[in-house]
Structure formats: structure tokens, C-alpha cells
């Protein structure tokens, strides 16, 4: 596989997970990068390490925090270390909204992906393990 290659195949992963985000965020009245952030939050991350997780600003993260949390998802915490950093966290009903999020990602991606081969699939998901770490 040429380097073309692999960009390829992770432009055309990428823009598949967008569109299932942009589909289900659609649904639920929140961005894409709402629903991305929720999702993102399974420990208590600092808007700097969400920023990072979301490859935008901390602004960004700012903003997408404070209209999060007027609906009652998310709430900041203080660092237990650092009083200057702010933690964030989910709500119950945020945790709510995020288990539904996580199972409609799933199950639309099982149905855009589940005319792939197996072994084609497992390409995939190597390749995700692998840039993910």
C-alpha cells in the first residue's frame, strides 16, 4: 500500500464517521462536534485534552461546553490538583444522551459497513487501532 493509499483510505474512513455523526447530531439538535465531545467523555478530561481529542481551539471547546451544559449534559468541575483547570463531566442525562449516541453510531455503522467484507473490515479496524494508538 503506497502512502496515496493509506491517505485515501483515511479520507474515506474519516468522511464516513462524519456523516454518521452529522446524522444522528441532525437528529438529536446538536453538531457533529457536540455529539463527538460527549462521546469523548468518558473520564474527566480538561478542555485542553478535549481540544486536543477534537482537533479544534479551546474556544471551540469553550463554547461547545457552555451550550452543553444550559441543556443540562455536562457540568465543570474543579482539577482536584489545579484549581485553575476545569474538568468536565457528564451529567446523568448527559450519559444518558451519550449511550444513545454510542448505540445509533453503531448500529449505522454495522449497516454502512456491514456490506463490507470481513476481511475488509478488519483493514478497517486495524487501521483505526493503529491510528489510534
Same mark, same amino acid.
Given at each position: ?11 474515506? %474512513? ?5 456523516? %454518521? &455523526? ?17 462521546? #469523548? ?38 482539577? #482536584? ?8 463531566? %457528564? ?32 483493514? &478497517? ?9
Amino acid at each position: 500500500m503506497t502512502s496515496e493509499d493509506l491517505a485515501a483510505a483515511v479520507a474515506a %474512513l474519516h468522511r464516513e464517521v462524519s456523516l %454518521l &455523526y452529522t446524522e444522528i447530531a441532525r437528529d438529536l439538535e446538536l453538531t457533529s462536534q457536540q455529539t463527538q465531545l460527549l462521546c #469523548a467523555l468518558s473520564r474527566r478530561p480538561s478542555f485542553g485534552e478535549l481540544a486536543a481529542t477534537l482537533g479544534c481551539d479551546k474556544t471551540n471547546v469553550t463554547g461547545m461546553v457552555d451550550r452543553l451544559e444550559k441543556r443540562g449534559l455536562l457540568a465543570r468541575e474543579p482539577d #482536584a490538583r489545579d484549581r485553575r483547570i476545569s474538568r468536565v463531566v %457528564l451529567t446523568h442525562a448527559g450519559d444518558e444522551l451519550r449511550q444513545r449516541i454510542r448505540h445509533r453510531f453503531g448500529a449505522a455503522a454495522t449497516e454502512r459497513f456491514g456490506n463490507l467484507a470481513p476481511e475488509e473490515r478488519a483493514r &478497517y479496524a486495524a487501521l483505526a487501532a493503529v491510528l489510534t494508538g
